[in-house]
T-cell receptor, first 113, second 111 residues
Framework: KAGVTQTPRYLIKTRGQQVTLSCSPI?????VSWYQQTPGQGLQFLFE???????NKGNFPGRFSGRQFSNSRSEMNVSTLELGDSALYLC????????????FGPGTRLTVT | EDKVVQSPLSLVVHEGDTVTLNCSYE??????LLWYKQEKKAPTFLFML????IEKKSGRLSSILDKKELFSILNITATQTGDSAVYLC???????????FGPGTRLSVLP
């Protein structure tokens, strides 16, 4: 079956702009989690959605938000971009949640200039 | 302060060696510990541990959790060059509300 897909794969934005990233989970998976990975901070949990509801949220400012649709596809949005938001954004899907076997997508590389 | 620590941060071995990677944690209301392997971009799931003393195995990889001493180890026997990767552990705690990754161990296996 098809894996987790993320679009776009690469993105360049300017400070102050906003961005929306998309994640399509594996068919049948109801949990989608988002992560930010940077060389300085490593891999950090952003939020988890399960059946269209945000189940958990990491320690990120309110500029980071997300949602999940009825087909389990998820989007995350970052408003008022800052240079420090440059990172690899990964999403992962699973049947039950973060403690289940998560399958990660290839990531979206966001560069903020 | 809650924290997840991995050691060593970097390790270079030769094919055929056995390696032991360590993940220790200090968190409130521990729920589970997970191991991942990250080669290029996306991490891949290895193990999920919740109970102390029960070893999980998959081929040459095995892992065990010690909830009393607050650590887990990941063993890789008969290493191969394909085992070269960053190995990450993650801890879910605070009744499942928090999910924190360690900094990772970068393993390089030389032929």
């Amino acid at each position: 079956k098809a894996g987790v897909t993320q679009t776009p794969r690469y993105l360049i934005k300017t400070r102050g702009q906003q961005v929306t990233l998309s994640c399509s989970p594996i068919s049948g998976h109801r949990s989608v989690s988002w992560y930010q990975q940077t060389p300085g901070q490593g891999l950090q949990f952003l939020f988890e959605y399960f059946s269209e509801t945000q189940r958990n949220k990491g320690n990120f400012p309110g500029r980071f938000s997300g949602r999940q649709f009825s087909n389990s596809r998820s989007e995350m949005n970052v408003s008022t971009l800052e240079l420090g938001d440059s990172a690899l954004y990964l999403c992962a899907s699973s049947l039950g949640g973060r403690s289940d076997e998560q399958y990660f997508g290839p990531g979206t590389r966001l560069t903020v200039t | 302060e809650d924290k997840v620590v991995q050691s060593p941060l970097s390790l270079v071995v030769h094919e055929g060696d056995t390696v032991t990677l360590n993940c220790s944690y200090e968190v409130t209301n521990f729920r589970s510990l997970l191991w991942y392997k990250q080669e290029k971009k996306a991490p891949t799931f290895l193990f999920m541990l919740t109970s102390s003393g029960i070893e999980k195995k998959s081929g040459r990889l095995s892992s065990i959790l010690d909830k009393k001493e607050l650590f887990s180890i990941l063993n890789i026997t008969a290493t191969q060059t394909g085992d070269s990767a960053v190995y990450l552990c993650a801890v879910e705690y605070n009744y499942g509300q928090n999910f924190v990754f360690g900094p990772g161990t970068r393993l390089s296996v030389l032929p």
